[in-house]
């Protein structure tokens, strides 16, 4: 059985930093593209961040290109999201996701339709 479980999330000044983490059991992370997800009440939920299965690309929404940072550790089947410089617009609750098994991050990697693996979420909040 797999589970995701997210955690890091918090509150946060504007200009602040969190890191999140994505752990994952019954599924090697390494074998799969991960992505990360976020959702604000009344919004779609949407894809900020991706690396692939072999760890060799990351692809990020223009929202948060070269503000976050998403790092996988294969040692401990977790995936990362470092977020600096955050902003109020960043509050959300944040997932991840597996987006396919030895997939990349091309194409519609950022839709949530059809993802699987979902976590409960982390809640991140930035206050202004």
């Known amino acids: 059985q797999v589970q995701v479980v997210e955690s890091g999330g918090g509150l946060v000044q504007a200009g602040g930093s969190l890191r999140l983490s994505c752990t994952a059991s019954?599924?090697?992370?390494?074998?799969?593209?991960i992505g990360w997800f976020r959702q604000s009440p009344g919004k779609e939920r949407i894809g900020i961040s991706c690396?692939?299965?072999?760890?060799?690309?990351?692809n990020y929404a223009d929202s948060v290109k070269g503000r976050f940072t998403m790092s996988r550790d294969n040692a401990k089947n977790t995936l990362y999201l470092q977020m600096n410089s955050l902003k109020p617009e960043d509050t959300a609750m944040y997932y991840c996701?597996?987006?396919?098994?030895?997939?990349?991050?091309?194409?519609?990697?950022?839709?949530?339709?059809?993802?699987?693996?979902w976590g409960q979420g982390t809640q991140v909040t930035v206050s202004s």
């Open positions: 690396i692939s299965w072999s760890g060799g690309s990351t």
């Open positions: 996701a597996a987006i396919g098994m030895y997939a990349s991050c091309s194409g519609s990697w950022f839709v949530s339709r059809g993802k699987a693996f």
């Open positions: 019954g599924l090697t992370v390494r074998d799969y593209a």
